[in-house]
C-alpha cells in the first residue's frame, strides 16, 4: 500500500514537470533542453526558501525561476539566433552555478526539523494519515497546474502558441509575434517544470543539486507513454495524459524496482529502456499493420 501511494504521489508531482515537457516539445515543438537546469533551479529556490521559514514563498520563488530561465532560453533563440537545442544547453549549463549560487555553494541542503508545505498541511489536518495529506497537496497542485494550463491555451495568446507551434512561417504572416509566443511559452513551461523541483524538495525534505540529471528522461516518458494510454486528441487531453502517463511511469518504475531483478543503481537504465520503448511503440504498430495488409494481399 505504501508503495502504491508513494508512486501515486511521486506520479502527480512529476506529472506537473510532464506537463511543462508537453507544452515545449508538443505545443511548441521546440526541443528544450533547458529542463534539467530550471528543475534544479527551483528545487535549489524552494529550498532555501523553506529553510529560512518561508515555504510558501519557496513555490512561488521556484516557478519565477523556472520562468526566467525559460525566458533566457527563448531569447537565447529568438534575439541571438541560436538553435533551440543549443540555447537549452547553454541556459542549463549557466544554471549549475547559478543553482550553486542560491544554495550557497552548498552540494545538498536538507529540511529535515524545518517547516514545509507538506509537514503545515499535516499540522492542519491531524486526523489524516501522512501519505493521505502527501497524496491530497500532490494532487491539488497537479490539478491546479492542470486547469490553468488548459485555460492558458483556450486564451487568444495560447491560440497563437499553438498556431506557432503547428505552422511558424504562417503565424509570422499573420502579424502575429512569433518571438514574444516562443518566450512566453519556454516560460510557461520551464516555471512548470520549476515548480515541480520546488514541490519535490519540500516533499522529500531535502534538495540536490544534481537532482535535474535526467529528469527530461522522465519527463518524455511521461508524455509518451500518456500519448500512448490516452492517444493524441488536442491539448486538453495531452495535458492530462501527460499527468496519467507520469502515474504510470512510476508504477511501471515501481514494479520494476520492487521485483529486484533490476537493482536500484539500474534506475536511469530502466528509465531510457522505458522511453525507447514507449517512442518505439507507433513504428511497431505501423510495422503490424503493413504486416497484416501484406498478408491480406497474399490471401487474396
Known amino acids: 500500500m505504501t508503495l502504491f501511494l508513494g508512486s501515486l504521489q511521486l506520479g502527480l508531482l512529476y506529472g506537473i514537470l510532464a506537463i511543462g515537457v508537453y507544452i515545449s516539445f508538443r505545443i511548441l515543438n521546440i526541443p528544450d533542453l533547458t529542463t534539467e537546469g530550471s528543475f534544479t533551479f527551483g528545487l535549489a529556490a524552494s529550498a532555501m526558501c523553506a529553510v529560512n521559514g518561508h515555504y510558501m514563498l519557496g513555490i512561488i520563488m521556484a516557478i519565477a525561476a523556472g520562468a526566467a530561465a525559460g525566458t533566457v532560453t527563448g531569447l537565447l533563440q529568438t534575439k541571438c539566433g541560436i538553435h533551440p537545442v543549443l540555447s537549452g544547453i547553454i541556459t542549463s549549463s549557466g544554471l549549475y552555478t547559478i543553482n550553486l549560487a542560491v544554495m550557497k555553494n552548498a552540494v545538498n541542503i536538507s529540511l529535515i526539523g524545518k517547516n514545509e508545505i507538506f509537514s503545515a498541511a499535516m499540522a492542519a489536518l491531524p486526523e489524516l494519515s501522512r501519505d493521505t495529506v502527501k497524496c491530497i497537496i500532490t494532487l491539488i ?153 501484406k498478408g491480406a494481399h497474399k490471401h487474396a
Open 141 to 293: 497542485f497537479a490539478a491546479i497546474v492542470c486547469i490553468i494550463i488548459v485555460v492558458f491555451f483556450k486564451t487568444h495568446l495560447g491560440l497563437c502558441i499553438r498556431a506557432t507551434g503547428d505552422n511558424e512561417a504562417m503565424v509570422s504572416s499573420s502579424s502575429i509575434n512569433v518571438d514574444a509566443t516562443k518566450v512566453i511559452s519556454l516560460a510557461a513551461s520551464n516555471g512548470c517544470v520549476a515548480l515541480s523541483g520546488g514541490i519535490l524538495a519540500q516533499y522529500q525534505g531535502f534538495a540536490d543539486i544534481n537532482s535535474g540529471s535526467g529528469i527530461l528522461v522522465v519527463g518524455l516518458a511521461s508524455v509518451i507513454i500518456g500519448e500512448v494510454v490516452m492517444g493524441k486528441r488536442g491539448v486538453t487531453v495531452g495535458i492530462i495524459s501527460a499527468v496519467v502517463g507520469s502515474i504510470i511511469y512510476r508504477y511501471i518504475l515501481a514494479v520494476a524496482t520492487s521485483t529486484h531483478i533490476f537493482p536500484a543503481t539500474a534506475l536511469k537504465l530502466i528509465s531510457a529502456v522505458i522511453v525507447a520503448v514507449a517512442l518505439s511503440i507507433p513504428m511497431i504498430k505501423k510495422n503490424i499493420a503493413i504486416s497484416k495488409t
